[in-house]
């Protein structure tokens, strides 16, 4: 991953010149995830110029790409080989690109089973703040010493450095997958899929539906597998919560819209709402939240949930202190049209007592990679 391209050397010159007029540069590939993060004014450097895949190695389950190649370029690559980007990475719109979906760090219905996108990312090269061309990583999974920078790029919302290209493990398609849908409360939910979680069974998602103030809601959940261990898990556990299976388009698309939030409960957000995505131990069980929205839903056997209610700060640091006080952090995930821009979108990790220490190591990483400050847009706290 270091062959010269003129490119390469156009977004050295819009870095060089961002550092000596000490201003910051807001990285942007298709945009579908600009509303992601705190909102800046700064000048875009667009990633699409810098597209393609570079090498696919299917037998070493291992592509290598250009962070401005659309996501979609990638997954119909993977797909004549039977494989998949198996934590499902949300696209957000038609334009998503590979750089993009690493900056967001985000993934969907599969992260509980097989991991974040963090843990798929092999290798990479940046550009640094000083305009530097860096390679770190590679092309398998091995252990290295010191910082493995090229994992601290997902979820970086490109504030540390410009990525150029990444290497990243891709898994096989399973073999077989099922999904199964029933009517139960949400503390029976979390109940059973954590009992689940822990036995040898092929659950790969799942996903509850319902009201936060208690009753029956809907839970799906997923199976991937060998075919015999699918066909093996059906009748034990859906005799265990009397779930039927759903047929496979409508799973599909469930899974889907699900990881493309356009389930109601996502698109429905008010002019005043926000929608907070809380973060919280797999032990956790169902949390009362005053003056959210009837509707919620869990996922990520209730690891991860989404809850609608005001964007007001009062709201945000009550919710906080409820999945502090749970273990976890709360974001503000999306913003209805009336909410403030200039509102605080994470929990900071100053506000997080385990947490602390990491602040001195994040100031350090960003001094070292960027001392002129190109990329500080403080998208990212």
Same mark, same amino acid.
């Given at each position: 991953? $270091?062959?010269?391209?003129?490119?390469?050397?156009?977004?050295?010159?819009?870095?060089?010149?961002?550092?000596?007029?000490?201003?910051?540069? $807001?990285?942007?590939?298709?945009?579908?995830?600009?509303?992601?993060?705190?909102?800046?004014?700064? +000048?875009?450097?667009?990633?699409?110029?810098?597209?393609?895949? @570079? &090498?696919? /190695?299917?037998?070493?389950?291992?592509?290598?790409?250009?962070?401005?190649?659309?996501?979609?370029?990638?997954?119909?690559?993977?797909?004549?080989?039977?494989?998949?980007?198996?934590?499902?990475?949300?696209?957000?719109?038609?334009?998503?690109?590979? !750089?993009?979906?690493?900056?967001?760090?985000?993934?969907?219905?599969?992260?509980? +089973?097989?991991?974040?996108?963090?843990?798929?990312?092999?290798?990479?090269?940046?550009?640094?703040?000083?305009?530097?061309?860096? $390679?770190?990583?590679?092309?398998?999974?091995?252990?290295?010493?010191?910082?493995?920078?090229?994992?601290?790029?997902?979820?970086?919302?490109?504030?540390?450095?410009?990525?150029?290209?990444?290497?990243?493990?891709?898994?096989?398609?399973?073999?077989?997958?099922?999904?199964?849908?029933?009517?139960?409360?949400?503390?029976?939910?979390?109940?059973? *899929?954590?009992?689940?979680?822990?036995?040898?069974?092929? *659950?790969?998602?799942?996903?509850?539906?319902?009201?936060?103030?208690?009753?029956? !809601?809907?839970?799906?959940?997923? @199976?991937?597998?060998?075919?015999?261990?699918?066909?093996?898990?059906?009748?034990?556990? $859906?005799?265990?919560?009397?779930?039927? &299976?759903?047929?496979?388009?409508?799973?599909?698309?469930?899974?889907?819209?699900?990881?493309?939030?356009?389930?109601?409960?996502?698109?429905?957000?008010?002019?005043?709402?926000?929608?907070?995505?809380?973060? @919280?131990?797999?032990?956790?069980?169902?949390?009362?939240?005053?003056?959210?929205?009837?509707?919620?839903?869990?996922?990520?056997?209730? /690891?991860?949930?989404?809850?609608?209610?005001?964007?007001?700060?009062?709201?945000?640091?009550?919710?906080?202190?409820?999945?502090?006080?749970?273990?976890?952090?709360?974001?503000?995930?999306?913003?209805?049209?009336?909410?403030?821009?200039?509102?605080?979108?994470?929990?900071?990790?100053?506000?997080?007592?385990?947490?602390?220490?990491? &602040?001195?190591? /994040?100031?350090?990483?960003?001094?070292?990679?960027?001392?002129?400050?190109?990329?500080? +847009?403080?998208?990212?706290?």
């Amino acid at each position: 991953m $270091s062959k010269p391209h003129p490119q390469i050397d156009a977004f050295r010159e819009q870095i060089l010149n961002a550092a000596k007029n000490k201003t910051a540069l $807001s990285i942007e590939g298709g945009g579908t995830k600009s509303w992601y993060g705190n909102p800046n004014g700064y +000048t875009k450097l667009d990633t699409r110029s810098y597209s393609g895949i @570079l &090498e696919y /190695q299917p037998e070493e389950l291992v592509i290598t790409a250009c962070a401005g190649t659309p996501l979609k370029e990638i997954e119909a690559a993977l797909k004549e080989k039977n494989q998949v980007l198996a934590f499902e990475p949300p696209h957000f719109g038609e334009n998503a690109t590979f !750089g993009g979906a690493i900056a967001a760090g985000l993934a969907g219905p599969g992260r509980i +089973t097989v991991g974040n996108f963090r843990d798929f990312v092999l290798g990479a090269r940046i550009l640094d703040g000083k305009g530097q061309d860096l $390679s770190f990583g590679g092309k398998v999974m091995k252990n290295v010493a010191g910082y493995d920078v090229s994992r601290l790029l997902p979820g970086s919302l490109g504030t540390l450095a410009l990525l150029l290209e990444a290497s990243v493990k891709v898994l096989p398609k399973p073999a077989a997958t099922t999904t199964l849908r029933c009517q139960i409360s949400q503390e029976n939910a979390l109940k059973v *899929l954590n009992e689940w979680a822990g036995q040898p069974l092929p *659950l790969s998602a799942s996903c509850w539906i319902g009201s936060a103030k208690g009753g029956v !809601g809907e839970l799906t959940f997923r @199976l991937a597998a060998a075919a015999a261990a699918v066909k093996a898990a059906v009748p034990l556990m $859906s005799s265990l919560v009397n779930a039927t &299976e759903i047929n496979s388009e409508d799973a599909e698309n469930f899974w889907s819209d699900l990881r493309e939030q356009k389930h109601s409960m996502f698109a429905n957000l008010g002019a005043d709402q926000t929608l907070y995505r809380l973060a @919280l131990p797999a032990a956790c069980g169902p949390i009362s939240i005053e003056g959210a929205a009837k509707e919620i839903i869990l996922e990520w056997h209730g /690891q991860q949930r989404w809850v609608k209610a005001s964007g007001d700060e009062a709201t945000f640091k009550a919710i906080k202190e409820l999945a502090s006080a749970h273990g976890g952090h709360a974001t503000r995930f999306k913003q209805g049209a009336n909410i403030d821009p200039g509102y605080q979108r994470f929990t900071l990790l100053s506000e997080q007592a385990h947490s602390k220490a990491l &602040e001195a190591v /994040q100031e350090r990483l960003r001094s070292a990679f960027d001392p002129a400050g190109v990329f500080a +847009t403080k998208r990212l706290p």
